[in-house]
């Protein structure tokens, strides 16, 4: 058996990663920050489990296959859609962090962060992530936009108008 200093991963339940997200965000932006580092740390690994690069296969063939990954982890299950030649979509449907009673739009920092770290690493520069819509642990999934930096801090402030459409637009894209 490897020492505890060589473990490569910790498999969590779910229940334990869905706790550990709720206390974290209730510390306030501390956790929410421990949070996103933590997914963006895993993000990162996450591309050694699915084999080849991303720049080996198409983009759909990665993004399938990252599906099948965190289907897999139990994780739940994600689409993606480019919403502008600048911003694209990650739908997640299932996410073990959704369904707390914040009422800003956003609860998956963890799940915010992996998106981070595998986007990131697969395009070779820094990607951000914001959560658009939480799921709210329904049948509703979780969305995700993506981008440069400097794209997504322009439509911060106007995430309330994105939630609003988001709300309206189709969501039986996610699970397929």
Do not use: N
Not at 148 to 176: F, H, K, N, Y
């Amino acid at each position: 058996m490897s020492p505890p200093s060589e473990a490569t991963a910790v498999h969590l339940p779910k229940s334990a990663l869905t706790t550990l997200s709720h206390r974290c965000a209730g510390i306030g932006a501390a956790g929410v920050e421990a949070l996103r580092e933590a997914g963006y740390r895993a993000g990162s690994d996450v591309l050694a489990a699915l084999g080849e690069s991303a720049g080996d296969v198409r983009y759909e063939e990665f993004l399938s296959r990252l599906d099948t990954a965190l289907r897999r982890a139990g994780l739940g299950s994600v689409a993606y859609e480019p919403v502008s030649p600048s911003i694209g979509a990650v739908f997640w449907r299932g996410s073990v962090e959704a369904g707390g009673s914040r009422t800003d739009g956003a609860s998956c920092h963890f799940a915010a962060g992996l998106l981070a770290g595998v986007l990131s690493r697969t395009a070779g520069r820094t990607v951000d992530v914001v959560e658009a819509r939480c799921g709210g642990g329904g049948a509703r999934p979780c969305w995700f936009l993506f981008g440069s930096v400097e794209t997504l801090r322009s439509i911060r402030p106007r995430l309330s108008e994105v939630r609003e459409a988001v709300d309206r637009g189709p969501q039986e894209a996610v699970g397929r």
